[in-house]
Protein backbone atom coordinates (compact mmCIF):
# COMPACT_ATOMS: atom_id res chain seq x y z
CA UNK A 1 0.00 0.00 0.00
CA UNK A 2 1.46 3.44 -1.27
CA UNK A 3 -0.50 5.34 0.52
CA UNK A 4 -2.42 6.96 -2.24
CA UNK A 5 -5.44 6.55 -2.50
CA UNK A 6 -7.99 6.89 -5.85
CA UNK A 7 -11.38 6.82 -6.20
CA UNK A 8 -13.28 5.73 -8.04
CA UNK A 9 -11.63 2.47 -9.25
CA UNK A 10 -13.67 1.74 -12.20
CA UNK A 11 -15.82 3.90 -14.15
CA UNK A 12 -18.12 3.45 -16.78
CA UNK A 13 -19.54 6.15 -18.69
CA UNK A 14 -20.69 7.55 -22.22
CA UNK A 15 -18.87 9.83 -24.86
CA UNK A 16 -19.56 13.48 -24.34
CA UNK A 17 -19.82 13.09 -20.34
CA UNK A 18 -17.60 14.91 -18.20
CA UNK A 19 -16.25 12.84 -15.34
CA UNK A 20 -14.11 13.74 -12.08
CA UNK A 21 -11.20 11.29 -11.02
CA UNK A 22 -9.53 12.29 -6.81
CA UNK A 23 -6.55 11.48 -5.26
CA UNK A 24 -4.97 11.47 -1.93
CA UNK A 25 -1.98 12.03 -1.94
CA UNK A 26 0.60 10.36 1.47
CA UNK A 27 0.56 12.06 4.55
CA UNK A 28 2.88 15.36 4.06
CA UNK A 29 3.73 14.65 0.64
CA UNK A 30 2.98 18.65 -1.28
CA UNK A 31 3.44 17.41 -5.04
CA UNK A 32 1.01 15.58 -7.18
CA UNK A 33 1.01 14.12 -10.41
CA UNK A 34 -1.70 12.51 -12.75
CA UNK A 35 -0.77 9.96 -15.69
CA UNK A 36 -2.59 8.42 -18.14
CA UNK A 37 -1.87 5.00 -19.15
CA UNK A 38 -3.54 3.27 -22.50
CA UNK A 39 -2.91 0.34 -24.14
CA UNK A 40 -1.63 2.46 -27.25
CA UNK A 41 0.32 4.85 -25.25
CA UNK A 42 1.97 3.80 -22.74
CA UNK A 43 2.19 5.84 -19.73
CA UNK A 44 1.75 9.48 -20.54
CA UNK A 45 2.44 12.40 -17.84
CA UNK A 46 -0.59 14.97 -17.79
CA UNK A 47 0.14 17.19 -14.94
CA UNK A 48 1.86 17.72 -11.80
CA UNK A 49 0.71 20.10 -8.84
CA UNK A 50 3.13 21.23 -6.10
CA UNK A 51 1.66 22.39 -2.91
CA UNK A 52 -1.79 23.84 -5.12
CA UNK A 53 0.18 25.14 -7.65
CA UNK A 54 0.47 23.70 -11.04
CA UNK A 55 3.99 22.92 -11.47
CA UNK A 56 4.75 21.47 -14.78
CA UNK A 57 2.46 19.93 -17.84
CA UNK A 58 2.75 17.09 -19.81
CA UNK A 59 0.55 15.72 -22.76
CA UNK A 60 -2.74 17.28 -21.06
CA UNK A 61 -5.44 17.73 -23.28
CA UNK A 62 -7.59 20.99 -23.12
CA UNK A 63 -10.86 19.74 -22.24
CA UNK A 64 -8.57 17.82 -19.08
CA UNK A 65 -8.21 19.59 -16.21
CA UNK A 66 -7.10 19.32 -12.65
CA UNK A 67 -6.14 21.17 -9.54
CA UNK A 68 -4.68 20.70 -5.72
CA UNK A 69 -7.04 21.92 -3.19
CA UNK A 70 -5.56 23.45 0.33
CA UNK A 71 -5.75 19.75 1.59
CA UNK A 72 -3.53 18.56 -0.72
CA UNK A 73 -6.08 15.95 -2.42
CA UNK A 74 -6.38 16.41 -6.23
CA UNK A 75 -9.01 16.57 -8.85
CA UNK A 76 -8.65 15.51 -12.16
CA UNK A 77 -11.72 16.94 -14.50
CA UNK A 78 -12.18 15.28 -18.18
CA UNK A 79 -15.07 16.48 -20.08
CA UNK A 80 -16.30 16.05 -23.38
CA UNK A 81 -15.24 12.49 -23.12
CA UNK A 82 -14.17 10.50 -26.30
CA UNK A 83 -13.58 6.60 -26.39
CA UNK A 84 -10.36 7.02 -26.85
CA UNK A 85 -10.28 8.43 -23.30
CA UNK A 86 -10.24 4.96 -22.07
CA UNK A 87 -7.66 4.34 -20.31
CA UNK A 88 -6.59 3.88 -16.57
CA UNK A 89 -5.45 7.29 -14.86
CA UNK A 90 -3.01 7.11 -11.93
CA UNK A 91 -2.17 9.43 -9.41
CA UNK A 92 1.37 9.61 -7.86
CA UNK A 93 2.35 11.87 -4.91
CA UNK A 94 5.93 13.03 -3.58
CA UNK A 95 7.23 15.12 -0.71
CA UNK A 96 9.11 17.37 -2.74
CA UNK A 97 9.42 18.18 -6.69
CA UNK A 98 12.61 15.77 -7.46
CA UNK A 99 11.39 12.77 -5.53
CA UNK A 100 10.69 9.24 -5.46
CA UNK A 101 6.55 9.28 -7.04
CA UNK A 102 3.97 7.21 -4.86
CA UNK A 103 1.67 5.63 -7.00
CA UNK A 104 -2.30 5.07 -6.47
CA UNK A 105 -3.98 1.84 -7.39
CA UNK A 106 -5.47 3.68 -10.29
CA UNK A 107 -8.66 4.69 -11.44
CA UNK A 108 -10.05 2.15 -14.81
CA UNK A 109 -12.36 4.76 -16.65
CA UNK A 110 -14.48 2.91 -19.85
CA UNK A 111 -15.96 5.27 -22.20
CA UNK A 112 -18.43 3.74 -23.98
CA UNK B 1 13.66 7.04 -29.94
CA UNK B 2 11.37 8.56 -27.17
CA UNK B 3 12.81 10.13 -23.52
CA UNK B 4 12.64 6.93 -21.68
CA UNK B 5 12.70 4.12 -23.82
CA UNK B 6 13.31 0.74 -22.39
CA UNK B 7 14.92 -2.43 -24.14
CA UNK B 8 13.82 -4.87 -24.85
CA UNK B 9 10.35 -4.80 -25.33
CA UNK B 10 9.78 -7.98 -23.85
CA UNK B 11 11.93 -10.87 -21.70
CA UNK B 12 11.61 -14.15 -20.96
CA UNK B 13 13.89 -15.96 -18.07
CA UNK B 14 14.10 -18.70 -15.85
CA UNK B 15 13.70 -18.67 -12.14
CA UNK B 16 16.89 -17.86 -10.92
CA UNK B 17 18.42 -16.49 -13.76
CA UNK B 18 19.20 -12.68 -14.22
CA UNK B 19 17.45 -10.11 -16.17
CA UNK B 20 18.88 -7.03 -17.73
CA UNK B 21 16.81 -4.32 -18.80
CA UNK B 22 17.98 -1.07 -19.95
CA UNK B 23 16.78 2.62 -20.57
CA UNK B 24 18.05 4.88 -22.85
CA UNK B 25 16.95 8.76 -22.96
CA UNK B 26 17.70 12.00 -24.60
CA UNK B 27 18.00 14.89 -22.59
CA UNK B 28 19.80 15.88 -19.42
CA UNK B 29 18.18 14.57 -16.22
CA UNK B 30 18.34 14.99 -12.72
CA UNK B 31 17.93 11.91 -11.59
CA UNK B 32 16.65 8.38 -12.95
CA UNK B 33 13.76 5.91 -11.01
CA UNK B 34 12.96 2.20 -12.20
CA UNK B 35 9.50 0.85 -11.83
CA UNK B 36 7.62 -2.10 -11.40
CA UNK B 37 3.99 -2.64 -12.38
CA UNK B 38 1.93 -5.86 -12.19
CA UNK B 39 -0.44 -6.14 -14.46
CA UNK B 40 -3.36 -3.21 -14.37
CA UNK B 41 -2.35 -2.23 -11.06
CA UNK B 42 -0.07 1.06 -10.04
CA UNK B 43 3.39 1.43 -10.08
CA UNK B 44 5.72 0.89 -7.65
CA UNK B 45 8.93 2.35 -6.92
CA UNK B 46 11.94 0.37 -7.07
CA UNK B 47 14.78 2.65 -7.60
CA UNK B 48 16.15 6.14 -7.86
CA UNK B 49 19.51 6.89 -9.06
CA UNK B 50 20.82 10.33 -9.08
CA UNK B 51 22.60 12.55 -11.89
CA UNK B 52 26.23 12.31 -10.44
CA UNK B 53 25.36 8.76 -9.09
CA UNK B 54 26.58 5.64 -11.45
CA UNK B 55 25.52 2.69 -9.45
CA UNK B 56 22.99 1.58 -7.12
CA UNK B 57 21.72 -1.63 -5.20
CA UNK B 58 18.51 -2.72 -3.28
CA UNK B 59 18.26 -5.85 -2.61
CA UNK B 60 18.48 -8.15 -6.04
CA UNK B 61 18.38 -4.88 -7.95
CA UNK B 62 21.47 -3.07 -9.42
CA UNK B 63 21.30 0.01 -11.00
CA UNK B 64 23.73 1.26 -13.14
CA UNK B 65 23.15 5.10 -15.04
CA UNK B 66 25.94 6.05 -17.55
CA UNK B 67 25.13 9.64 -18.33
CA UNK B 68 27.75 10.00 -21.10
CA UNK B 69 25.89 7.31 -22.98
CA UNK B 70 22.42 8.55 -21.87
CA UNK B 71 21.63 5.10 -20.37
CA UNK B 72 20.74 3.35 -17.44
CA UNK B 73 20.25 -0.50 -16.80
CA UNK B 74 18.20 -2.32 -14.11
CA UNK B 75 19.80 -5.86 -13.60
CA UNK B 76 17.46 -8.59 -11.34
CA UNK B 77 19.76 -11.02 -9.70
CA UNK B 78 18.29 -14.23 -9.12
CA UNK B 79 14.43 -14.05 -10.74
CA UNK B 80 11.70 -15.11 -9.26
CA UNK B 81 8.29 -16.09 -10.53
CA UNK B 82 6.88 -12.94 -8.53
CA UNK B 83 9.39 -10.53 -10.66
CA UNK B 84 7.03 -11.07 -13.35
CA UNK B 85 6.04 -7.93 -14.12
CA UNK B 86 6.45 -4.77 -16.80
CA UNK B 87 9.19 -2.64 -15.51
CA UNK B 88 9.58 1.48 -16.47
CA UNK B 89 12.21 4.20 -16.04
CA UNK B 90 11.52 7.35 -15.93
CA UNK B 91 13.46 10.43 -16.41
CA UNK B 92 13.06 13.51 -14.22
CA UNK B 93 14.16 16.56 -16.04
CA UNK B 94 14.42 19.94 -16.47
CA UNK B 95 12.04 21.91 -18.89
CA UNK B 96 11.33 25.25 -19.40
CA UNK B 97 12.40 25.36 -15.60
CA UNK B 98 9.77 22.95 -14.66
CA UNK B 99 10.17 19.50 -13.84
CA UNK B 100 9.09 17.17 -16.23
CA UNK B 101 8.93 13.41 -15.37
CA UNK B 102 8.86 10.68 -18.56
CA UNK B 103 8.04 7.23 -18.57
CA UNK B 104 9.49 4.87 -21.03
CA UNK B 105 7.40 2.12 -22.77
CA UNK B 106 8.25 -0.73 -20.61
CA UNK B 107 9.93 -4.08 -20.08
CA UNK B 108 7.90 -6.93 -20.30
CA UNK B 109 9.30 -9.74 -17.74
CA UNK B 110 8.55 -13.23 -17.73
CA UNK B 111 9.74 -15.34 -15.03
CA UNK B 112 9.19 -19.02 -16.06
CA UNK B 113 9.12 -21.13 -12.73
Known amino acids: DSGVTQTPKHLITATGQRVTLRCSPR?????VYWYQQSLDQGLQFLIQYYNGEERAKGNILERFSAQQFPDLHSELNLSSLELGDSALYFC???????????FGPGTRLLVL | SQQGEEDPQALSIQEGENATMNCSYKTSINNLQWYRQNSGRGLVHLILIRSNEREKHSGRLRVTLDTSKKSSSLLITASRAADTASYFCATDADSGGYQKVTFGTGTKLQVIP
Open chain 1, 27 to 31: SGDLS
Open chain 1, 92 to 102: ASSGGVQETQY
